[in-house]
């Protein structure tokens, strides 16, 4: 068993920095229980002590004195990863006061640092007249959300989140910051795209940013709908959608739920519908969904900054949540219908679940390929299995991911090459599930030793 941190090492650290640096170590207190405080509970532990840099500088005197004195740590950002989480032996570095975004409208592109939030960086590129590749979380840390891959609600425009990043400024294991770009690092820029987290603590991301009016509109908007049809008609709705997500003469994207929604519960299929380009093409473009006649059928336009909005209550921290995501190549209509059944099941014997969500995820149109190679290897995937897990009984925690198990199975199908993982929602499996292609492995792994030998930050491509 790890030793406990120690006061005397923790110090060290707060003589070595200067009294602004912030340490939190009364774990009944009301500031470190809340700083404490992630989206999941899934095996959050309680670190021995909470460190709140507020400059490059002091987050990079933490890491020197974390490795000197082989203290282990995380990074926090947003708190939504199910890894930024450690026992009483270490230390959470939280990035919550060392924050910001910087624009270059001329050159298109904007500097990200430490802990900004995804809605905070839609919102200020917007105001400049730019969008980038963000998911559908307005809460979660948009550095890692890049690093990790970044699946984006545009991403047959702008590519992956991974595919956006110009430059970073990042420490590596023995405390030094290093400056990454294509001239300095080449090859430590073609990990951090995509496998980034795993290479060091990124204080720092350039990254591209896209004129509004490559959305096709002049209005900064996409048009979001809701279609809601009972669970029952599944059988009905699916291969209208399998149609219809493999036709790409429409910007069609979106999510297709297995849920029961607030306030009555019943169990629906919900559809999060979007449309890119003209506003007005999306009623044309869904047709086949206003035909089968759903007890809901709404939409209209929404600046991209605010897509997400709808989706605050899932931000939400605490409870045992996280998502089960498989990269697809297809839409399988009958796979999907036993997935339903695997949902049924799953709220029948876990009442405590009834907040889980089956969802499919699509995009008409492929990813945009960038111009350069890199860790992310995910560009041939349209489709996901991107199911949200939550459930608050302790107890069901096996039964649940059981069951989630259970539906990625059946979606997933028996052969290997029609599937891949996505590196930002697992670490478990085969790891060439995730780093797909022709030597990146390799090259991943031979970098990570050449990086961070000693697992400091994480063991990944090192076992």
């Known amino acids: 068993m790890a030793n406990k941190l120690s006061s005397h ?107 900004i939030l995804s809605k905070e960086v839609a919102v200020v590129l917007a105001c400049a007249g730019f969008f980038t590749a963000l998911g559908n979380g307005n809460t979660v840390g948009a550095i ?63 990254i591209k940013a896209t004129p509004l009016a490559e959305l096709g509109n002049d209005q900064g908007v996409i048009w979001a709908g809701a279609f809601v049809f009972p669970l029952e008609r599944a059988k009905d709705v699916a291969p209208v959608m399998e149609k219809l997500m493999d036709d790409g003469s429409h910007a069609t994207a979106g999510l297709m739920m297995v849920q029961a929604p607030p306030p009555s519960r019943n169990p629906a299929l919900v559809i999060a519908a979007r449309y890119t380009g003209d506003p007005n093409d999306a009623e044309r473009a869904y047709k086949p969904l206003y035909d089968l006649k759903p007890l809901v059928a709404k939409g209209g336009t929404i600046p991209i900054q605010n897509t997400s909005d709808g989706r605050e209550a899932i931000g939400a921290k605490g409870d045992f949540k996280r998502f089960g995501v498989v990269g697809l190549k297809r839409f399988d209509a009958d796979g999907f219908i036993k997935a339903i059944d695997v949902w049924k099941s799953l709220v029948a014997e876990c009442p405590d679940a009834i907040n889980t969500a089956f969802n499919f995820q699509w995009d008409s149109r492929p990813p945009k390929a960038p111009g350069f190679e890199s860790a992310m290897s995910l560009h041939d995937i349209r489709y996901w299995q991107n199911n949200l897990i939550w459930h608050t009984d302790a107890r069901n925690r096996q039964k649940v991911d059981d069951f989630n198990d259970q539906s990625i199975a059946i979606m997933r ?40 030998p000693t697992g400091v930050f994480t063991k990944q491509l090192l076992e």
């Open 413 to 452: 199908g028996p052969d290997r090459s029609e599937y891949a993982d996505f590196q930002n929602g697992t670490r478990t499996g085969p790891i060439e599930l995730r780093f797909r292609g022709a030597g990146k492995l390799d090259k991943l792994r031979a970098l990570k030793k050449k990086w961070d």
């Open 144 to 206: 890692p959300y890049f690093l990790g891959g970044g699946a984006s609600i545009t991403t047959s425009i702008t590519g992956f989140g991974s595919d956006q990043i110009i430059a970073a400024r990042m420490i590596d294991a023995k405390g030094n910051i290093i400056v990454v770009t294509e001239e300095t690092e080449p090859d430590l820029l073609y990990a951090i795209r995509g496998a980034g987290q795993f290479f060091g603590l990124v204080t720092q991301l350039t």
């Open 9 to 115: 090492l923790l110090n060290e650290l707060q003589a070595q920095v200067g009294p602004s640096l912030e340490i939190l170590t009364d774990k009944d207190s009301t500031r470190f229980q809340e700083y404490a405080k992630r989206w999941s509970d899934i095996d959050r532990q309680i670190p021995g002590a909470i460190v709140l840099p507020v400059s490059e500088e002091q987050i990079k005197q933490t890491v020197q004195w974390a490795v000197k004195s082989s203290v282990p740590f995380v990074t926090k950002s947003g708190g939504h990863s199910e890894w930024s989480t450690i026992g009483d032996n270490g230390i959470i570095i939280d990035l919550s006061k060392y924050s910001g975004i910087e624009i270059d409208a001329p050159a298109k592109r904007a500097v990200l640092k430490g802990s």
